[in-house]
């Protein structure tokens, strides 16, 4: 019985010394400048937290080894891998998103002209009143 209560306050400690607080900052790589609502989270969990305006960000109560996730609308994703953390703060910097956009076409003439009388027809009627 003493023996089986060991190795159970042993299995606690253990995962109690797996849990740990990630912390850090999230940059633009570009300017080296803090980036504000990155989102931040672990792979495969419901763990996350968003960067505040200054682009810290804390995640408490992590069971690593896990994947850190770390994205932005305008830059592109990073995925980092945690063996153990301690108490040192990450500094995680993201690359923009090279995107490039198709040409523009303008189609011909008289399309605004068909667009209003369809939509007085439609809205506004063909009655004397519309």
Request: charged share 25%.
């Amino acid at each position: 019985m003493r023996n089986l209560l060991l190795c159970f306050l042993i299995l606690i400690f253990v995962d109690i010394q797996a849990q740990n607080t990630i912390s850090g900052i999230v940059l633009s790589d570009k300017d080296h400048l803090p980036l504000e609502s990155a989102s931040v989270y672990i792979s495969g969990t419901t763990k996350g937290t968003y960067t505040d305006s200054k682009g810290n960000f804390t995640l408490p109560d992590v069971a690593t080894p896990c994947q850190l996730v770390v994205s932005h609308l305008a830059y592109n994703l990073q995925i980092k891998d945690l063996e153990k953390t301690g108490n040192e703060r990450l500094i995680l910097y993201l690359t923009e998103k090279d995107t490039r956009l198709s040409g523009v076409s303008v189609k011909g003439k008289g399309l605004r002209e068909r667009n209003i009388k369809e939509f007085r027809e439609t809205f506004l009627g063909n009655d004397r009143w519309g």
